[in-house]
């Protein structure tokens, strides 16, 4: 397809979200269109429509670049709510994860009460990957940040652009580039908060279909199959027991259990164990975690170890995947103005490849600004020590921008 037709495209899309942004119109109240990114290079756009019990989602992809289609399917869902809690949903989507687990994208079916990913995992419709689409997390930003290669970063052909910060207690934020030069920022947590359910077993997710590939590259390129199960109970005595397991058609099937509990004022407790056969042979996992928090004090740990035959869908094809992940947060309440925050990350691979991270931030507001200051160390030989200070203040409410990067519009009589 010519240039001028690409350009066409891009200028269709891009006067069509200018026109619902300005243009009184008469549509069903349950349409809506929304653009993201519109530039003369990328511009992916959304349409759906919702009904009370559910709605249908299709996203899609234009550009200018030579080097992917003009046109790009992204996701194609839809969601079907039977009652006040359980949804079906057939199309892409997203896999649940658990506590130990790896969430890909897919294209099938998906049914259950909660679909919910970590809030740790990144996630973002600009960037193109490499492979079957696994979604990293945002410990693995941390890692990829100082080692650009033997990561599930690398692995997806992803980078993180640039020094990261810590804004805040066990906080993230960061720039992600894919390998055609798109970006996306991210902020979020280090660790994700250990869960709690209500007795019972009424939380749960099933999912099964054939993982996406070569993701904001092509339209429908879908690999082997896939099935994922989560199923969350509460238990006798408090605790939350957690079922999972993972299946990668003649590459790696896992199953793990995990538990959790509160422990009064003390905080929350957390132990995962799981096992996986692949490739390369029959392998174990084990995962601990504590979460304390106060209005003065936050803490939170996860420690990981697990055997050198090990699998999960983001190392199938790792020589020497990890071997050990430490994870620490540390937040504290100086004043009520004043708080500092503290990060440590450990990684050693079974080929003894070790990276150890540490960062400190204080942030400070005054007024209406915030002062911003974090300092980060890696011990790593060609990578050394970093220090940002930053400044903000609101002048004044922002403008409306007419091209903003996300807008969303509903079409209303």
């Given at each position: 397809m010519n240039?001028?037709?690409r350009t066409a495209l891009l200028t269709v899309a891009a006067a069509l979200h200018g026109a619902c942004a300005n243009v009184p119109v008469t549509a069903p109240e349950d349409l809506s269109i929304r653009t993201n990114m519109v530039s003369p290079r990328y511009s992916s756009i959304n349409a759906s429509v919702l009904r009370e019990d559910g709605g249908f989602d299709h996203t899609f992809a234009a550009s200018l670049d030579k080097q992917v289609d003009t046109?790009?399917?992204?996701?194609?869902?839809?969601?079907?709510?039977?009652?006040?809690?359980?949804?079906?949903?057939?199309?892409?989507?997203?896999?649940?994860s658990g506590m130990w687990g790896t969430a890909v994208r897919y294209g099938g079916l998906q049914f259950g009460t909660y679909f919910e990913p970590r809030r740790d995992i990144v996630i973002s419709d600009r960037l193109a990957t490499s492979g079957t689409a696994v979604l990293p997390s945002a410990a693995d930003a941390l890692f990829a940040s100082v080692r650009r290669d033997q990561t599930l970063f690398a692995r997806q052909a992803l980078s993180v652009d640039g020094a990261l910060s810590i804004p805040g207690p066990n906080t993230v934020s960061f720039v992600a580039r894919d390998a055609f030069g798109r970006s996306d920022t991210f902020t979020?947590?280090?660790?994700?908060?250990?869960?709690l359910v209500e007795p019972g077993c009424n939380d749960f997710s099933l999912g099964l279909g054939k993982v996406r590939r070569d993701y904001a590259v092509k339209s429908n390129d879908y690999g082997p199959m896939f099935a994922n199960a989560t199923v969350t109970c509460g238990g006798p005595f408090g605790l939350t027991i957690e079922g999972h397991g993972e299946y990668l058609a003649d590459e790696v099937t896992a199953f793990g259990i995990g538990v959790a509990r509160r422990l009064g004022a003390l905080g929350t407790a957390s132990v995962a164990i799981a096992s996986s056969r692949a490739e390369a042979g029959s392998g174990s996992l084990t995962r601990i975690g504590f979460d304390h928090e106060n209005s003065l004090f936050n803490f939170k740990v996860r420690s990981l170890k697990q055997s050198r035959a090990f699998r999960d869908l983001g190392d199938v094809a790792t020589e020497h995947p990890i071997m050990s992940r430490d994870l620490a947060s540390v937040g504290v309440k100086i004043s009520e103005n004043s708080s500092l925050a503290l990060a440590y990350a450990t990684q050693v691979t079974w080929d003894d490849e070790r990276i150890n991270l540490i960062s400190l931030s204080q942030r400070t507001n005054i007024g209406h600004a915030s002062l911003s200051m974090t300092a980060g160390h890696s011990l790593e030989d060609n990578f050394g020590s970093s220090v940002f200070i930053s400044y903000k203040r609101p002048f004044a409410p922002p403008p409306r921008r007419a091209d903003s990067d996300i807008d969303e519009v509903e079409l209303a009589p």
């Open positions: 240039s001028r037709l046109l790009t399917r992204l996701e194609s869902r839809y969601t079907y709510r039977l009652d006040d809690d359980e949804t079906l949903r057939i199309g892409d989507t997203v896999s649940t979020a947590p280090i660790i994700e908060n250990i869960r």
